[in-house]
């Protein structure tokens, strides 16, 4: 359990801000996070990195962005321990030495709970009350129709319904390939969830891409194909990841994963016709 890391993007001051790691509930990693692959040859690359193949473990790395001009939240974790989640988000933005009413934005790559649960507290008050919230249109229009929570998981459905209503006078909404504000540019990543939003991060020549879940393990940069219980489409998503990591690939961006361990950077190289994982070495 760690709680910041910092690193630059040209003249883009940037942080992972961990909201904690812990073990997630149910079933085994390869069933939950490689669903549509063949389970044993999954169960195999697993074993093969040495990772474990009974239990999953779960983390979230959320990003802050200081442009000089505007501080940037992207995504708001599993919430408060006292609502159910891991809980440290606030504390590693106290570490990097903000407080919640400094943030100008935040963007929400998508509607799971573990990217929405942080954004209001107990009483349904926002906690970055000074803030914009940023969605792909089509995000906020799914998460907050009541005919499509209704098929949703109960435990989806119940973060959207609680979290979400009070942005609802506070939102920027993006339906293009655009710029949120200068240098952080959404991309569109359906498939995960039907209006994720991934972003690219650029200043002085130099490339972050924030991935959100579009991809949720390194596996998946090898086999874009073995998508997860947790994606809506399986197919969508499997058709996203090449189109991502072929323009990682040709901005030489670094990358940030959300469920990949702390503080979950890396890179995408070209292997052959295909792709691999190469962790950033950090100090
Ligand atoms: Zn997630």
Redesign the pocket.
């Known amino acids: 359990m760690t709680g910041i890391h910092r690193f630059t993007i040209g003249e883009f001051k940037c942080t992972v801000l961990s909201d904690g790691s812990g073990i997630f509930p149910g079933g085994k990693p390869a069933e939950m996070m490689f669903a549509a692959a063949p389970q044993a040859e999954a169960e195999a690359a697993l074993r093969e990195r040495g990772e474990p193949t009974d239990v999953m473990s779960n983390q979230?790395n959320c990003l802050l962005i200081d442009t000089g001009e505007q501080l940037l939240l992207v995504d708001t974790g599993l919430g408060a321990a006292s609502q159910g989640g891991m809980g440290i988000l606030l504390d590693s933005l106290r570490e990097a030495g903000h407080t919640p009413d400094e943030i100008d934005r935040v963007i929400i790559s998508?509607g799971?709970g573990?990217?929405i649960n942080g954004l209001t507290d107990e009483s349904g008050n926002l906690i970055y009350p000074n803030a914009r919230f940023v969605f792909w249109r089509s995000e906020w229009e799914h998460w907050t129709d009541e005919a499509w929570l209704s098929e949703r998981p109960e435990m989806a459905a119940q973060a959207a319904r609680k979290h979400l209503p009070p942005l609802k006078d506070h939102l920027q909404l993006v339906d293009s390939e655009s710029d949120i504000v200068p240098g952080v540019r959404a991309l569109p990543t359906p498939g995960h969830t039907p209006g994720h939003l991934s972003l690219l991060i650029s200043s002085g020549g130099e490339h972050l891409i924030y991935v959100?879940?579009a991809f949720?393990h390194p596996l998946h940069v090898e086999h874009p194909e073995w998508s997860a219980v947790?994606d809506t489409s399986y197919e969508d998503a499997a058709a996203t990841r090449p189109k991502l990591y072929r323009r990682a690939v040709e901005t030489n961006a670094l990358l940030l994963v959300?469920?990949i361990t702390f503080p979950g950077l890396g890179r995408i190289v070209t292997d052959g016709d295909g792709w691999q994982w190469q962790p950033e070495a950090t100090a």
């Open positions: 979230i998508h799971h573990d990217h959100g879940d949720l947790f959300y469920h």
